[in-house]
């Protein structure tokens, strides 16, 4: 298989994203949410989510999304700022086949030249495949909050994993904007390089 086109989502983007995030959603504890967002809601995460931080999609050859991965606020307060939220979500047909490895190299890759310094990914326990995945970047387990959530009749645990982006221990700098990242021909040139 050709390495996937790595870009930056854009709201057109939303039904295709939509079509992934659905049965996550509907068929599993993975996500939290109890009702697939509509694509007009998915069009407005991905705008909010720009303004701050990265939502990058995986193409095959004819352009079709296979997967997306993006950074996330973690919290309002500004104090938050430099830590960020990971989530990666993979077409299951494209599942098995490195889109996910692609995106989160990239992922991780942006969201360390925007300057921020910790990444944390929530993972719905049980989940080997995504325990895994992420240890393999390098992730480690920070604490597990026990019955986070209720969905599908049970109580679901939920596994926090970090990773430093960056050991300074200085003041950090303003985060660099997403519209910069991506003007930068160095970056674009990360995103056009497979993993």
């Not at 599942?95 to 910790?118: E, P």
Request: with cysteine; charged share 25%; proline share 5%.
């Amino acid at each position: 298989m050709t390495s996937p086109r790595l870009r930056l989502a854009i709201p057109e983007d939303a039904e295709a994203l939509r079509a992934i995030y659905a049965p996550v959603v509907r068929d599993t504890a993975i996500s939290f949410e109890y009702e697939v967002p509509e694509r007009v809601e998915i069009a407005r995460r991905v705008q909010a989510t720009l303004t701050r931080a990265p939502w990058l999609v995986a193409c095959d050859a004819s352009g079709r999304v296979l997967g997306y991965a993006y950074g996330g606020r973690y919290r309002e307060r500004v104090a938050y700022d430099w830590l960020v939220e990971t989530s990666v979500y993979i077409a299951a047909e494209a599942r098995g086949r490195g889109v996910g490895r692609q995106l989160y190299v990239a992922l991780l890759a942006a969201l360390t030249q925007q300057g921020h310094r910790r990444a944390i990914a929530g993972v719905t326990l049980p989940n080997e495949a995504s325990v895994a995945f992420h240890t393999s970047f390098g992730f480690e387990a920070c604490g597990v909050v026990q019955r986070a959530g209720w969905k599908h009749g049970a109580w679901h645990d939920v596994g926090f994993y970090e990773r430093a982006l960056s050991d300074e221990l200085g003041a950090p700098e303003p985060l660099r904007s997403t519209d910069d990242l991506f003007a930068d021909p160095d970056f674009q040139a990360l995103l056009d390089t497979p993993s």
